[in-house]
């Protein structure tokens, strides 16, 4: 399988330049862009095609209609006769209608573009939520694909609907300029040709300083990364304590200035090179119409053209130039959007092993769960986080898991819960292999509360709920999950209840201490009532003796036709399980009843011994 992150193979060898073929296969997401478009609205891409055509065409309209106007109000004063002139008014109100036409469909653009802008912006940061719930725990925890998420979200919202414009601006002035072509073949061919080969080599300067600003744009994500951590430590209201107590506001002021000052002084060099050759390109532009102002002034002096025909001339040129230049500048601006746009799909097409097998019901119901010779190590990592674990646990059965911090036993879990797989041996439930259950019922069957739960800034209720989603709003499921996690008492106290806001970042939210929060997150893992696994990892780290003493006596009430796992570093709930495995360096060191570890005199004892001494 090819890495995301790995660069694209090359094809065999081609005299075309190397460059100029990454430029062209850079265009590729063009049609994906604009089957983006046209999927999240038809409607408006369709009434914006249409608009874009008609503006294509009115503007040679508009010119040729001008140089009529001129011709019939000279003829008129010519004649002096009441037929002419009609003829010339005749010819402005056509005029006024094709301008109030041209008019009409820019407003129509500019709404239509609006609108799309919106639908597509949301469609995109849909794309991306929900390609990222596919996403394995190993992605994320990928600092490359961190900076590709970031790249994403940052250019892809607006780059679509960009780059579709441009496509129609392309086609629009494409358009003019056949028409303005056809009438300014009329006076010379070489003048249509000074009109192309005039916005070349501006054309050339902002391709090359679009792939410039791409390059810029690509390498220093983390360098972003960096920048949004750091307001986020200094602004955000969990951090805030320690960042006043610390005193270390200025230091992290001062960094963020620093990246600021190194990444302004990157872009500073490239905006006044981009524009230093931009106007110095520019001005040869400038040189080929007023080139052509001569050219046609002399032609008209010369009597080989009316004052009309002059008048056209002169604005097809300049009008043909601009369309030209549009066209080049499109050109070169959906190049640049093809990269960016190169980041959001890049991001959508990382290839996702399938995480759900179909299984959800095991061969052998009752069987409980078993760990056979499993090994597991994190990418990256010099060594493995488990090795050759044999486990097993029944239904109606407590396993604790003690070890120092970095033994494996949240790793462990982790595998149990299917967020990880292992790379040699197998994790059974039911008597069948986890990676051939259906992920959604697997994970429906385990209530967990890790040590870092989150705290969501939710109602109490929806915190609670989010334990079992299909019932988040059922309130007698809620009230009995908040009794077993013991955080109903303070819950009540509460004016609304479980409609009460949690958190300081809306409107009237209350803050709770973090022994309250975790008396939250232990109810939201009693809220799965059908699950027969149950897993704490520190669940009472925040919480007092006696309110730790209460919660694993209910554990121990709760838990008899469950199978439970419990990770604690203090012996005085350790005791309570029926099986205790102390792990160390991702291995198994030693296993058995706590009066039997405690006989052996063994790593589990002198943890205990050390623990106990404190209390004395």
Wanted: proline content about 4%; some cysteine.
């Amino acid at each position: 399988m090819t890495s995301p992150h790995s660069p694209p193979r090359r094809g065999p060898s081609a005299p075309v330049p190397g460059w100029f073929r990454r430029s062209l296969g850079v265009f590729r997401y063009t049609s994906r862009a604009i089957q983006l478009v046209w999927a999240t609205s038809r409607g408006l891409t369709l009434a914006l095609a249409l608009l874009t055509l008609a503006a294509g065409l009115l503007p040679p309209a508009i010119a040729f209609t001008g140089s009529l106007i001129i011709d019939a109000v000279v003829h008129a004063i010519e004649t002096g006769t009441r037929s002419d002139r009609m003829l010339a008014l005749q010819w402005i109100g056509l005029e006024a209608l094709l301008v109030t036409a041209m008019a009409a469909c820019q407003k129509g653009i500019s709404v239509s573009q609006s609108l799309l802008r919106a639908l597509l912006g949301h469609r995109v940061n849909m794309l991306i939520l929900e390609k990222s719930l596919t996403l394995d725990l190993t992605h994320f925890e990928d600092p490359e694909l961190y900076d590709q998420l970031t790249q994403a979200r940052r250019e892809a919202s607006s780059r679509p609907l960009s780059l579709v414009q441009r496509s129609f601006g392309l086609f629009q002035n494409a358009l003019s300029l056949v028409s303005f072509g056809v009438l300014l073949a009329r006076f010379s061919p070489l003048a249509v040709l000074l009109l192309a080969v005039a916005a070349i080599p501006a054309f050339i300067s902002e391709t090359f300083f679009a792939g410039q600003a791409f390059r810029l744009f690509k390498w220093r994500s983390p360098e972003k990364r960096k920048q949004a951590y750091l307001e986020v430590v200094v602004a955000r209201e969990d951090f805030a304590k320690e960042v006043k107590l610390l005193q270390i506001g200025p230091m992290l002021v001062r960094r963020y200035d620093d990246i600021f000052g190194t990444l302004y002084g990157e872009d500073r060099s490239l905006f006044l090179r981009r524009g230093f050759w931009g106007f110095a390109l520019g001005l040869l532009s400038s040189a080929a119409l007023y080139g052509a102002y001569i050219w046609v002034a002399l032609t008209t002096m010369a009597s080989r053209i009316t004052l009309g025909q002059m008048t056209m001339y002169l604005m097809v040129f300049k009008q043909g130039q601009s369309a030209f230049s549009a066209i080049l500048q499109a050109v070169g601006g959906m190049y640049e959007d093809n990269l960016y746009l190169s980041n959001l799909y890049e991001f959508l097409d990382i290839e996702v092993e399938t995480e759900s097998g179909g299984v959800t019901e095991g061969q052998r119901p009752g069987d409980g769960v078993r760990f056979e010779d499993v090994s597991f190590t994190y990418p990256g990592a010099g060594s493995p986080a488990l090795s050759n674990i044999d486990l097993r646990l029944t239904p109606g059965s407590r396993l604790a898991l003690v070890g120092h911090n970095g033994s494996g036993k949240t790793t462990l879990i982790k595998l149990l819960t299917r967020l990880y797989t292992p790379q040699s041996g197998r994790i059974l439930l039911d008597g069948t292999d986890l990676k051939d259950w259906d992920a959604a019922a697997l994970r429906q069957r385990i209530g967990v509360i890790f040590q870092d739960f989150v705290r969501y800034q939710f109602t109490v209720g929806e915190n609670i709920g989010v334990g079992d989603v299909p019932n988040i709003d059922d309130r007698p499921r809620l009230q009995d999950a908040a009794e077993k996690g013991m955080a109903r008492p303070f819950i009540e106290e509460m004016e609304n209840e479980y409609s009460t806001q949690l958190g300081r970042w809306f409107k009237d939210g209350r803050e709770l201490s973090i022994g309250q929060w975790q008396k939250v997150a232990l109810s939201r893992a009693f809220m799965r009532t059908d699950s027969d696994i149950l897993v704490l990892d520190e669940p009472t780290a925040a919480m007092d003796a006696e309110a730790e003493a209460e919660i694993f006596q209910r554990l121990a009430d709760l838990t008899d036709d469950q199978m439970a796992i419990l990770i604690s570093h203090r012996f005085s709930t350790v005791r309570m399980a029926d099986h205790i495995v102390v792990l160390d360096g991702g291995r198994v060191i030693e296993r058995g009843g706590h009066d039997e570890l405690l006989a052996a005199e063994g790593r589990y004892a002198h943890m205990f011994s050390l623990q106990a001494a404190g209390y004395q």
